[in-house]
T-cell receptor
Framework: GDSVTQMEGPVTLSEEAFLTINCTYTATGYPSLFWYVQYPGEGLQLLLKATKADDKGSNKGFEATYRKETTSFHLEKGSVQVSDSAVYFCALGANYGGSQGNLIFGKGTKLSVKP | DAGVTQSPTHLIKTRGQQVTLRCSPISGHKSVSWYQQVLGQGPQFIFQYYEKEERGRGNFPDRFSARQFPNYSSELNVNALLLGDSALYLC?????????????FGPGTRLTVT
């Protein structure tokens, strides 16, 4: 079945460091890919998305490119801030059959940014 | 516009009891999905409803049920609660846009079963 694998955390960085969180997926067909962020005590917020191969999603300085050849959707940010400390989830949205509309999530990667 | 709202925020129940969680979607959204997030894990899909009909169901026992009302709000019911049902229950609403279903999540209901 469809699945998402993302790098284990926690990840601890200093402010202004470069961030990469790896995400790979297994899916039938051509899913949409998402990154969600969860701040402490809150629900999930959509960070960015990509709907087809080679699409680049971007928001708030974060970027991720849908790579069909490597089945990956790695999250990157050039310079992290303390306010970026949160848990980041990679997710896959099936666009086919009876699975339309539900998301399959990775286990999450906790990011802590130190001043 | 208001986002997805869920009630209650927190809930403590005893094993064997029943619980009802409520969700109101973003205005104009006709689809509601429910997810269970156990501490330290990613959310797991439970149900999706669209236009008051069940469109998808995850791998959860029959103790879990849901419904959607004419105003598109939704309830999730869990019967015969087990300790393992302790989790954050998230509701998400979406407006289908072609083949892309962007889901917007509420703050969740934290259920503790003792």
């Amino acid at each position: 079945g469809d699945s998402v694998t993302q790098m284990e955390g926690p990840v601890t960085l200093s402010e202004e460091a470069f961030l990469t969180i790896n995400c790979t997926y297994t899916a039938t067909g051509y899913p949409s890919l998402f990154w969600y962020v969860q701040y402490p005590g809150e629900g999930l917020q959509l960070l960015l998305k990509a709907t087809k191969a080679d699409d680049k999603g971007s928001n708030k300085g974060f970027e991720a490119t849908y790579r069909k050849e490597t089945t990956s959707f790695h999250l990157e940010k050039g310079s992290v801030q303390v306010s970026d400390s949160a848990v980041y989830f990679c997710a896959l949205g099936a666009n086919y059959g009876g699975s339309q509309g539900n998301l399959i999530f990775g286990k999450g990667t906790k990011l802590s940014v130190k001043p | 516009d208001a986002g997805v709202t869920q009630s209650p925020t927190h809930l403590i129940k005893t094993r064997g009891q029943q619980v009802t969680l409520r969700c109101s979607p973003i205005s104009g959204h006709k689809s509601v999905s429910w997810y269970q997030q156990v501490l330290g894990q990613g959310p797991q899909f439970i149900f999706q409803y669209y236009e008051k009909e069940e469109r998808g169901r995850g791998n959860f026992p029959d103790r879990f049920s849901a419904r959607q009302f004419p105003n598109y709000s939704s309830e999730l019911n869990v019967n015969a609660l087990l300790l393992g049902d302790s989790a954050l229950y998230l509701c998400a609403s979406s407006w289908p846009s072609g083949q892309v279903y962007e889901q917007y999540f509420g703050p969740g209901t934290r259920l503790t079963v003792t």
